[in-house]
């Protein structure tokens, strides 16, 4: 993944951190626990300085590029002066107050989005001491992201997530430095998504055709949260399979399944023996291309039956007028290339589930593969690399399946890719999968934090720096105490207290 | 367990439904998904009466023996206006306590309280009436009757035509939460307690301390929980949100029971209590590390006769939970004095003779306070002669296990309390609630006699992964599940794709109430969660 998409990454640079006044009280010495995930480089000293909230501001260096008016890190001061400072929410950005700071934290960004990223690693150096002042060690920091692309996806189809959750998640996941939503916004159960073009597809096929479906307006508040926070929105309209709710607002675009030689009620996947089936997706896959300003568009194409494909007498024909005898995975094939062609065709990269690539013969067309099946995925991983596709990890990551929280340390194994370094920069990074059977707003904060953390790690940090579960622990334990401190539900990792406790209900 | 604890139960009636008025206008017919956990006896009709939220109150019966005055109703009465109504909370409290007070017309049983609504007059003359042999059934009726009540999609109030009898199958229904290994802020514990009083929960087991903390500030003894817990200021229950809790739960029929845990489970108690715990020896000198609680010092007994004798006064419940579970010897064996003791009582190697020993006293102490002890199964295990009414309470082992237990302990002539199949903080993928709703607590060889002496079952919420942060998710509604087994009848409730449906609806009650309850599978609640 190129840099030039929504979001592109820099090196940044948190260092020089002098409080000239302020150094005549170095009160005691406390080990900061440190950043999470952790970065690159890492240095720091058990000299620490006091903070004080009210003399203490975010500004613009004079030879930065960013000024004042730079929406982006306006807004992101704001954030994180009250993350700093949880105490004194509400005052915002404080402005110069000349007579207490002297100091000064720098940080070097090539982009606004390392600059946020940087900010929360600055966020969480501070610390309160028992008697709640505040304090930063003097530390130096260079770090980069492992991988460009690092997700979490929410399946908004088997329950309905209000806006409210998804903005929630957003925040948490900024804290552990996700740059990507992977929106799983429709599927069997239900289509949330209030289109423009086909609005029967939510009033019919939503859970409820005003409570539980997303606007527009909702779509945009989440990709403008999303923003902020530097995390772009990938959105996922998973066809051919994986469609029922669809059928519901569209009709004739789902196969109709046959017992014997009369239709049967039933429908399968998506029908790619209609000429309509095209149009429509053109015109639907055009909208969310405007609506979703990401470069990328997920296109699903995973689980896909025949046996209603095989049951249908038209598709038959199709078949065979298209010459591929009763190998359904050719109409597949088909069905998903004509897909990927109408996003080429909007100047979007598709991404699709690893079964298109399975069995797709060509394995050419210019899209991201996500592998997700069980097994030995890095062996697909290889085989996905080696004809020079780029690849998206999700396998080991599908934090659904809950667990005893210390089963986190299965999200954090080392990857150990093996292949060649063209191969291994073909790996454009990983995903989290939090389906949503058995999950909505009321499970899915604890269910997802702090487990995601630890994937988030794999995915930023250095794979040698970061190899041992052992010595992890203590800093994901008091990465799990920040959250909890922020107001994200992230449940405990074992025995123990936060000193400040989850203070909701 | 007999019914003269804190707690009693009675049977209640919630019939005669009659809205003369307003059957003018019944305006569908909607399927009740009905009433969680099951009613003993439930007919209702496919007639449905509109609510009017404005003109509806509660009062009491003229012959009931509550009236206006009796908090625990008076307060429930308050509370169910707003769980029923959910759009008019806050509107209630005055108008219901005044209609309260002005207008007794109807009145049922010469004993019961009874309730009744609705009064506006130009609107209805139908009313619901509630009878229960004591007020605590009257709040189980309350909380019944909120569940039958429903809204359409215009939002409109809607009750079916419904009769009820209703009583539980076991008393004591309770739920075990570990405060030790995570301490749980009190705002979570009352938000628990709420929830356990729509599953008709009766008892909350509050396993208070343990090894890794002592979050119980002890008037006598303050250094336990000063030295003992997380944090000496911020992580602890005074005495004030001891009685908080406890009156919170008390409204809401919920007996709370104290559990200090020893000899083992104690390492916490040692911070605060110097000489409690065994030194562990290496050799001939002392390891620095600490066993159990050190049965072979009067010093021991004089301390734990005094922190209980707080404790039964602070806990007004008549039974007290003394543990004793899972005791390592290694310690004690490694201790030259607790040796010489062994040899002086005539023990010889026997260690349980000495674990024996100590319970025996502990349960004497409680007894000499006039409570009744609940002890874990292992006390049985290796001293069956403790005293008749103590309760047993089994939590190991597999179903063939737990229902050998049963049969042995109950043939002993003890009363026994299940907790084994119901260790609810473990979690795996899928609807794990129909393995907690399919346990049968009956199902073991033994008389009918035997059987009786099964008081009930209690739901375990250990704390190694549990915090304020997911204990809702993962308590509800999987404890639901539970409290149905204990609750209901079981033939009436024995499949559970019967359940299903139901234990679906209940479940977006509980979110529309505010509870932060699981799915069970893919689907929706009319009212997703709010909160965030």
Not at 226 to 241: H, K, M, N, Q, T
Not at 266 to 275: I, K, S
Not at 331 to 340: D, K, R, S, T
Request: charge should be neutral.
């Amino acid at each position: 993944m190129e840099t030039t998409g929504l979001v592109s990454f820099g090196r940044y640079t948190c260092s020089h951190l002098y409080f000239l006044l302020l150094i005549v009280l170095p009160l005691g010495q406390h080990t900061v626990e440190g950043v999470w995930p952790l970065p690159q480089i890492f240095t720091s000293s058990i000299e620490r300085y006091p903070l004080n909230p009210q003399a203490f501001y975010f500004g613009y260096g004079r030879q930065s590029a960013a000024q004042f008016g730079c929406s982006v890190l306006d807004a992101a001061f704001i954030r994180y002066y009250s993350l700093i400072f949880p105490d004194y929410t509400g005052n915002g950005v404080l402005h110069n107050n000349l007579s207490v700071s002297a100091g000064k934290a720098s940080l070097n960004a090539e982009t606004v989005w390392g600059a946020v990223r940087g900010l929360e690693t600055f966020s969480q150096l501070v610390y309160q001491d028992d008697f709640g002042s505040y304090f930063v060690n003097q530390t130096e920091i260079d770090d980069f992201p492992r991988f460009p692309f690092r997700g979490i996806l929410l399946d908004t189809s088997r329950h309905f997530i209000p806006v409210h959750a998804i903005l929630k998640t957003l925040d948490a996941m900024a804290y552990s430095k996700f740059n990507v939503f992977h929106w799983h916004i429709v599927d069997d159960p239900s289509f949330p998504y209030q289109s423009q073009t086909f609005p029967d597809l939510s009033r019919k096929g939503a859970f409820h055709p005003m409570t539980h479906i997303y606007t527009q307006s909702d779509v945009r508040r989440v990709i403008s949260h999303a923003r902020l926070r530097g995390i772009r929105v990938l959105p996922e309209f998973d066809s051919p399979g994986h469609t029922k709710s669809w059928g519901k607002g569209q009709s004739d675009l789902l196969t109709p399944c046959y017992s014997g030689s009369t239709p049967s009620g039933a429908f399968g996947p998506v029908n790619p023996a209609l000429p309509s089936t095209y149009q429509f997706m053109a015109t639907l896959l055009k909208e969310v291309s405007s609506v979703f300003p990401d470069s990328y568009i997920h296109l699903g194409g995973d689980e896909v039956n025949f046996s209603c494909w095989k049951s249908n007498p038209d598709v038959r024909a199709f078949m065979q007028k298209m010459g591929f005898g009763v190998d359904f995975t050719k109409l597949e094939a088909f069905y998903m290339e004509n897909i990927v062609n109408i996003t080429t065709f909007l100047n979007k990269t598709a991404i699709v589930w690893q079964d298109v690539f399975d069995y797709h013969e060509l394995r050419s067309s210019p899209s991201v593969v996500e592998v997700w099946k069980d097994g030995c995925y890095l062996c697909e991983v290889r085989r996905v690399a080696n004809v020079g596709l780029r690849v998206i990890l999700a396998s080991p990551w599908y934090l659904d399946q809950p667990g005893p929280t210390h089963n986190w340390a299965r999200f954090y194994t080392p990857l150990n890719f093996s292949g060649t370094a063209e191969q291994k920069k073909l790996v454009i990074g990983g995903e989290v999968c939090m389906w949503g059977e058995y999950v909505d707003a009321t499970n899915l904060t604890p269910r997802l934090w702090p487990r995601a953390s630890a994937a988030a790690e794999r995915l930023w940090s250095d794979e040698k720096q970061t190899s041992s579960v052992d010595k992890a622990f203590p800093r994901l334990q008091d990465f799990r105490c920040k959250l909890v401190r922020r107001g994200i539900r992230a449940e405990p990792l074992y025995v123990g207290h936060c000193k400040h406790e989850y203070q909701g209900v």
